[in-house]
């Protein structure tokens, strides 16, 4: 943890913290005035200025924090997961596992017509067509 780069890491984190959190406190003290517009030679130049600096020191010291919380990120080490590697006995060096679907059985066209006849909509009575005599 108190290695250069994890210095190099805090600290630049900080800073970019300490930016990003300093000029919206900034221009939001600036503009927390009791007038409808702003003049520039009445504004609370050193107020706001007080302010924003607290805001931003007091996110920059959570930021360092937080950062010691996760010391190697910070540092830049990635942070790297062990995979473990299949039993050897199920894939051969080299070799791909068989992924391929199993055959299947093609139906003759008889059989086929005999599947659509039986899964056809059934029709009500009065709408079935008229039975034909021989």
């Keep these: 943890m108190l290695t250069k780069d994890f210095w190099k890491g805090a600290g630049e984190r900080g800073l970019k913290t300490f930016i990003q959190s300093f000029i919206p406190a900034f221009l939001l003290a600036l503009g927390l005035t009791n007038s409808n517009t702003f003049d520039a030679w009445t504004a609370p130049w050193l107020a706001s200025l007080q302010s924003a ?18 010391a190697d990120f910070v540092a830049g080490k990635p942070n790297v997961v062990e995979v473990p590697a299949p039993a050897a006995d199920t894939v051969g060096e080299g070799t791909v596992p068989d992924t391929s679907l199993p055959d299947v059985p093609v139906t003759n066209d008889a059989a086929a017509k005999q599947v659509a006849e039986d899964s056809a909509p059934v029709q009500d009575e009065e709408d079935a067509p008229e039975p034909v005599e021989p």
């Design 53 to 70: 600096l607290g805001v931003a020191i007091g996110a920059t010291l959570l930021s360092f924090l937080t950062a010691l919380g996760n």
